[in-house]
């Protein structure tokens, strides 16, 4: 298997700009999550979705937060308007619920807003 | 959510055992107890989890305290590869909570 795939792997981008980042878990998974990582703040969990439905959101740090999964192969976090302080590392990641839970990590989207 | 605790870094040498700490007093008698590493520029990579018992793989080895406040990741022949940030994270309804975790340094 791929594994977890995140694009694009690097995102530079203005102020106020849209920005979306994309998943692609592994295949069979029913569980997506998607964090945040920074220096300040280590790894966030955002939000989560279980057989493409959104779980839990309370990680989603304000309304220019919104994250979708259309099907069990893609979900998208995005953000709109971008923020310099939305600069940081989103990681995807997925799981299997008849597994032991164990959540495999994509490479991981930077974005830099300036 | 849980807390825990664990020291900011620890170093070792090479093919040298390495035993990391984690203290988690607030975990619930439900919530697992789980080990991610992350290699620098990497995605955390799940290396165990445990409830009760102590628990082993072919990555590391788990000791959990009999009650359950704290528990120890052992790797039994530290590599240079094993140079990561480990994190002991508890599970509650399939929900991981990350602290700051150990960053691990390797001697050759």
């Known amino acids: 298997d791929a594994g977890v795939i995140q694009s694009p792997r690097h995102e530079v981008t203005e102020m106020g700009q849209e920005v979306t980042l994309r998943c692609k878990p592994i295949s069979g998974h029913d569980y997506l999550f998607w964090y945040r990582q920074t220096m300040m703040r280590g790894l966030e969990l955002l939000i989560y979705?279980?057989?493409?439905?959104?779980?839990?959101d309370s990680g989603m740090p304000e309304d220019r937060f919104s994250a979708k999964m259309p099907n069990a192969s893609f979900s998208t976090l995005k953000i709109q308007p971008s923020e310099p302080r939305d600069s940081a590392v989103y990681f995807c990641?997925?799981?299997?619920?008849?597994?032991?839970?164990?959540?495999?990590f994509g490479p991981g989207t930077r974005l830099t807003v300036t | 959510d849980a807390k825990t605790t664990q020291p900011n870094s620890m170093e070792s040498n090479e093919e040298e055992p390495v035993h990391l700490p984690c203290n988690h007093s607030?975990?619930?008698?439900?919530?697992?107890i789980h080990w991610y590493r992350q290699l620098p520029s990497q995605g955390p990579e799940y290396v165990i989890h445990?409830?009760?018992s102590n628990v082993n793989n072919r990555m590391a080895s788990l000791a959990i305290a009999e009650d359950r406040k704290s528990s120890t990741l052992i790797l039994h022949r530290a590599t240079l590869r094993d140079a990561a940030v480990y994190y002991c994270?508890?599970?509650?309804?399939?929900?991981?909570?990350f602290g700051k975790g150990t960053l691990l340094t390797v001697n050759p």
């Open positions: 607030t975990i619930s008698g439900t919530d697992y």
């Open positions: 445990g409830l009760t």
């Open positions: 979705f279980n057989n493409n439905v959104p779980i839990d």
């Open positions: 994270t508890p599970q509650s309804n399939y929900k991981l909570t």
């Open positions: 990641a997925s799981s299997f619920s008849s597994s032991s839970y164990e959540q495999y």
